[in-house]
């Protein structure tokens, strides 16, 4: 399987809109089977909403699973990383129907 390395244009990571556009980027790598490796080497904060819009749609799409074995995270700081899982969690998490 083929492998796509993404990066990112800022060291902050806030708009959410600007996060759609990335994530219809990665999914199109998806759809021809890659598996993608995004590399927070320049960024220093990712706002709730951007992880929501790229990283949470993404799990949620592909479910927790896939997007583990289909996305890897590299050169992230620790506080980027919790907001990220947060969102992902929050997306994949089973609902709670009463």
Known sequence: MNTQK????STDLASRSLAALKRIEVEAFLQRGCHIIADFRAVQSISGSYADEFFGV??????????IE????????EHCLRV???CIHIRTK?????
């Not at 993404?6 to 244009?9: H, Q, R």
């Open 58 to 67: 993404l799990a949620q799409k592909l479910g927790a699973e896939k997007f």
């Open 84 to 86: 990220v899982a947060e």
């Open 94 to 98: 089973p609902s709670q129907a009463a």
């Open 6 to 9: 993404i990066t990112f244009g």
């Open 70 to 77: 289909q996305i890897r995270l590299v050169n992230i700081q």
